[in-house]
C-alpha cells in the first residue's frame, strides 16, 4: 500500500539537522538558564539580521506578540482596529481581551490580502459612525503572501492609524525587495510548530524600527518590570520565549533559506500542473512568498468537498483555511456591525490547502496533481 503524503514533516525536517540541535539543546542543558537564556539574545540578533529590522523582541507565541503590541499603545475600551475578516482567530480575540473592537475588513478575491480601497471605506463608515475612535489596523500577510504594505501605510498614516504587520504566516518573506518585518511600526510573527520557521512549541517575535518601542515590548513581555526584576512599571504579561525553544530556532534558522527555497519549487510545480484545472493562487506584485500555505479553490461548496474527500481517498490529506470569516464566528458576531463581507464569505466556502513542506518529494508533489487533476 502506498503511504500516506504528509501534510507537514516535522521528523524528516529534524532528521537533517539533528546534529545541529542536539548540539543548540545540550548547550542549553549544561548552562541551565531556561528563561532568557543566552540563546535568546543571540535568535533575536539573528532575525532581526535576517529581515533587516533594527530590534528584535522574541515572546512566547505569535498572539502575544499581538496583544503586547497594542497594549504598548495602551489600545482599549473605545477604540477600533481593523483587520481583515478572512484570516486566523488570533488576529480578531486580541482586540478584544484589551476591551477593543475589531473591525473586520473584506479581502482581495485573487491574492487573499486586505483590501485597501475595502479598509478605506470602513475606517470612513467607523469614523462617521462616532462610536468608536479608529486607532489601528493589522494587516494579515496570509499563507506567506504579503499584504499591500505601501498603501496600507499610506491610509494609516492619512488616518493616524498605529499600523502592525501580522506575520504569522509569513516570516522569510519580501515584498520590493525587502523582506517582511519593517514595513508596519511593529510586526508580529508566530514560530507555532506548522510555520514555515517553527518551533517545537509556541513561540513568537515582535520587529520595530524604534528603540523605545522595542524596550517597552521588553518590559511589557516581562510583567511590565523596569531596570531590576522587582521593579514593576506598569501592568504586563507573562510573554517570554524560553530559551529551549531559541535554541531549537536557531538550530532551524541555519536551513532556513535553502528550505524557503524548496517551498517556492514546490509552489511553481503545482502552478505548472494545476493551472489549467483549478484556480491556483494569484501572486502579490513583486514579491516573494514563504509559502506556508498552497491553497487552491474549487468553483463551489460542493466540489471543495468532493475533492476533499477524493483526495483524502488517495491517502492525500488537504485543509481548510478558513471554513468560516471571522465576522461569522459566534465569539465574534456581538462585535460586528454586521456590514457582509462577500469576498471572505465565498473564499470560506470554495478555499482548499494542499501540502506544501521542504521535505515534499518530486514524486509526492505528482502524485497530488494527479489526485487533483483527476477530480477537478
Known sequence: MTPPVAFLDLKAQQARIAPEMRRRLEAVLAHCQFVLGPEVAELEAALADFCGAAHCVTVSSGTDALQIAL????????????LPAFTYTATAEVPLVL?????FVDVDPRTFQIDPAHLAGRVAEIRAAGRLRPRAVIGVDLFGQPADWPAIAALAARENLFTIDDCAQSFGAALHGNRLGTAADATATSFFPSKPLGAYGDGGALFTENADRAALFRSLRTHGEGTTRYEVLR????????TLQAAILLAKLTVFAEEMAARARIAAMYDRRLGNAVAIPARVPDSQSAWAIY???????AARDRMQSALRAS??????????????????????????LPVSEDLAKRILALPIHPDLTDDEVARVCDAVLANA
Not at 489600545?75 to 477600533?80: E, N, Q, S, T, V
Not at 476591551?99 to 473591525?103: D, E, F, Q, R, Y
Not at 491517502?315 to 457582509?340: C, E, M
Open 71 to 82: 497594549m504598548a499603545e495602551g489600545i482599549g475600551r473605545g477604540d477600533a482596529v481593523f
Open 99 to 103: 476591551g477593543a473592537t475589531p473591525v
Open 235 to 242: 501592568t504586563g504579561m507573562n510573554g517570554r520565549m524560553d
Open 295 to 301: 491553497a487552491i479553490l474549487l468553483p463551489d461548496e
Open 315 to 340: 491517502g492525500i490529506p488537504t485543509a481548510i483555511y478558513y471554513p468560516r470569516p471571522l465576522h461569522h464566528q459566534p465569539a465574534y458576531r456581538d462585535a460586528h456591525d454586521g456590514r457582509s
